[in-house]
């Protein structure tokens, strides 16, 4: 039963046309009869209706079309209705638009069908929800797969410490089934040794958001790098937040590394032998001045290769970083006699076998130099080394300044000292050298690439 008061068609009338949503009717073979201000306003239509789009499906786009002629048509007649059929609207502009179409089917007492009425519902919003989320289970779908696949132990693991889900990669590795594992403390489960609370202890010395990385054995002897990250809920209340652990078995490659560690040993050994042996033949061979030249020479190569991986920082990768520049700098220093004389300022630079080995054979001469001729000559003199590494290029600039020494005067010619400093940094290390013989002291600088 429907009430209808004064006005009331004109209302109901202006409440069809300006619905939010599309009304359309239609005859019973889908020509059209009516459409509301609401759908003309989608389409584009012109006032009156647009003679070329007679029917339903002539504002539908292709596949749409297809689909009403070959099932929404024939349901109309066969059931009388049909719900939330997803399909496209063809628009005056060229861009389809999603629409949900409901019909109903008006039949006389005889049943014979008089017409279809039909709502439209704007689902553009929708459509976007439901692409979202189309593409949330792909990435899901591919981040399930590439978990499931991965040779590394990878666990989700609760803030109390258990295990919520375990990947095949963890029955590989630690030997425990799924089943054996979830709901287990993952510090039982994965035993480490004297660390009977690992993750605890990770757990509680991490910052909020911090990833932890560390290495630590099995009691069988086994070696993993454990990778510790927060999954993070956003503080959702009655969520906990969750850990991702990986484990990655890293038994042979820490077992080649200390074998890459004994050979360069041995290596550095033999070396200083070999050096050894050539600074006792300089001496009984050369005359006394050059055999001292030519074994401090010697010395600061001996020195250089006692610098590469002194501090337990060799990298294993095969000719990465392995000395400390500070290091090199502060050993030539000694080797003046008294390093409080030097200023040195810099930040933390590593280098590689060949750059170490060239930059303190330049820095051995130059401290050389300045103990025959320059500021190291007498008490006053001072040296101050500046390097600054720029993180964007990789290049490294030294500079050596020579101040309180004697009153420098501009060689005639190039000694051997010079020599040798531009053939070490120019042909080892591509770089660009200068030097400046100003009156209150010698200068020197070298920029090169360190990658």
């Not at 033949?281 to 001996?302: G, I, M, N």
């Not at 006692?306 to 392995?322: F, I, K, N, P, Q």
Request: aromatic share 6%; with cysteine; glycine share 10%.
């Amino acid at each position: 039963m429907s009430y209808i008061v004064g006005g009331g068609f004109d209302t109901a009338a202006e409440l069809i046309e300006d619905a939010p949503c599309g009304i359309v009717v239609t005859d019973p073979d889908g020509r059209l009869r009516y459409v509301n201000a609401t759908l003309a306003h989608w389409l584009g239509l012109p006032p009156g209706g647009d003679a070329a789009r007679p029917t339903l499906a002539s504002l539908l786009t292709g596949p749409g079309r297809i689909f009403y002629d070959t099932h929404l048509a024939p349901m109309m007649r066969l059931q009388g209705f049909a719900r939330e059929i997803s399909c496209r609207l063809d628009t005056a502009s060229g861009t389809p638009l999603p629409v949900l179409l409901s019909g109903v089917s008006r039949r006389d007492a005889e049943g014979r069908c008089l017409r279809h009425d039909f709502t439209v519902f704007d689902a553009r919003e929708r459509h976007a929800y439901e692409k979202a989320l189309q593409q949330a289970k792909r990435e899901a779908d591919e981040l399930a797969a590439i978990v499931s696949s991965s040779p590394n132990a990878i666990l989700r693991v609760d803030a109390a410490g258990h295990v919520r889900s375990w990947n095949a990669g963890a029955t590989r590795l630690i030997g425990r089934s799924a089943e054996e594992a979830v709901g287990q403390p993952v510090a039982r489960i994965v035993a480490l040794t004297d660390r009977p609370g690992w993750f605890a202890e990770e757990m509680k010395g991490a910052g909020r958001g911090a990833e932890i990385v560390f290495e630590a054995s099995q009691p069988d002897g086994r070696e993993l790098e454990v990778t510790m990250a927060p999954i993070g809920t956003h503080g959702l209340p009655g969520v906990s937040e969750d850990w991702s652990v990986i484990l990655r078995d890293i038994t042979r490659r820490k077992h080649a590394e200390r074998r890459l560690k004994v050979i360069l040993g041995e290596m550095r050994h033999r070396m200083k032998n070999t050096l050894g042996v050539v600074a006792g033949l300089a001496r009984q061979t050369l005359p006394k001045p050059h055999a001292e030249s030519f074994v401090s020479r010697l010395q600061a190569l001996s020195a250089a290769h006692d610098a590469l991986g002194a501090d337990g920082a060799e990298d294993m990768s095969g000719g990465g970083t392995a000395a400390d520049l500070r290091l090199l700098i502060d050993t030539a220093a000694r080797t003046a006699g008294d390093p409080a004389r030097f200023e040195i300022d810099g930040p933390a630079v590593r280098l590689t076998a060949r750059q170490a080995t060239s930059l303190s054979m330049a820095l051995h001469e130059l401290v050389t130099n300045a103990l025959k001729y320059g500021a190291l000559s007498c008490e006053s003199g001072r040296v101050r080394i500046d390097y600054r590494l720029d993180e964007a290029t990789g290049r490294l600039s030294l500079r050596w300044r020579e101040r309180g020494g004697p009153t420098v005067v501009p060689p005639t010619r190039r000694g051997f000292g010079t020599k040798m400093i531009g053939m070490v940094l120019k042909a080892e290390l591509g770089g660009e050298i200068d030097f400046e013989f100003a009156p209150e002291g010698f200068s020197f600088e070298v920029v090169f690439p360190t990658r």
